[in-house]
């Protein structure tokens, strides 16, 4: 199993703030991603990335970017907050086959 | 192409058997089960490859068809602990882009 931290586990922010989910995992892994889900619904690939300096979109569109300059960290930024960014953020690594994921992070935007 | 889970919701005794269905329309590379819990992440049970691989682990186990593109997931003898939501992932080929989950199944057991 993979080490996956991610912060904050909870985050309760007003519209327009600028906010940064953090993650990093321990076990060197290249491959690493960010889901998205809401309460009792599926996982939506929202990015991911094969190694430093690699990123990508996923299938669900979002207004969030990411950065992967160091192996082991993959953060997630949303430059303007709104309420339709309410959901849960999940990170998730790969050594190649399977995927682990995070605790992931409840982000509430008022 | 998101993969078809069914049932969409189980309620169960303990000690009963469940069977989980996914289905996709396209080929296959795996299957990956998950379970989370309300609350928490999901939880990575096993994965199967293309080539009507079963695998098992304890009670849980789960095969995949390839000619359907249908990999089904048995809980035997079902617990108390199995309650969750049980989530397919699907690859179409090795290395894919992350993996394209079902909209998830409901598992309730009942003492």
């Known amino acids: 199993e993979a080490d996956i931290y991610q912060t904050p586990r909870y985050l309760v922010i007003g519209t327009g703030k600028k906010i940064t989910l953090e993650c990093s995992q321990t076990?060197?892994?290249?491959?690493m991603y960010w889901y998205q889900q809401d309460p009792g619904m599926e996982l939506h690939l929202i990015h991911y990335?094969?190694?430093?300096?690699?990123?990508e979109k996923g299938d669900l569109s979002s207004e969030s970017t990411v950065s992967r300059i160091r192996t082991e960290h993959f953060p997630l930024t949303l430059e303007s907050a709104r309420p339709s960014h309410t959901s849960q953020y999940l990170c998730?690594?790969?050594?190649?086959?399977?995927?682990?994921f995070g605790e992931g992070s409840w982000l509430t935007v008022v | 192409q998101q993969p078809v889970q069914s049932p969409q919701a189980v309620i169960l005794r303990e000690g009963e058997d469940a069977v989980i269905n996914c289905s996709s329309s396209?080929?296959?590379?795996?299957v990956h089960w998950y379970r989370q819990k309300h609350g928490e992440a999901p939880v990575f049970l096993m994965i199967?490859?293309?080539?009507?691989e079963q695998k098992g682990h304890e009670k849980i186990s789960a095969s995949f068809n390839e000619k359907k593109q249908q990999s089904s997931l048995y809980l035997t003898a079902s617990q108390l602990s199995y309650s969750g939501t049980y989530f397919c992932?699907?690859?179409?080929?090795?290395?894919?882009?992350?993996?394209?989950f079902g909209k998830g199944t409901h598992l309730i057991i009942q003492p």
């Open positions: 199967l490859l293309k080539g009507g």
């Open positions: 396209k080929a296959l590379y795996s």
């Open positions: 992932g699907t690859e179409k080929s090795q290395g894919a882009d992350g993996l394209t």
């Open positions: 990335s094969y190694g430093v300096n690699s990123t």
């Open positions: 998730a690594s790969s050594p190649g086959n399977t995927i682990y």
């Open positions: 076990m060197g892994h290249d491959k």
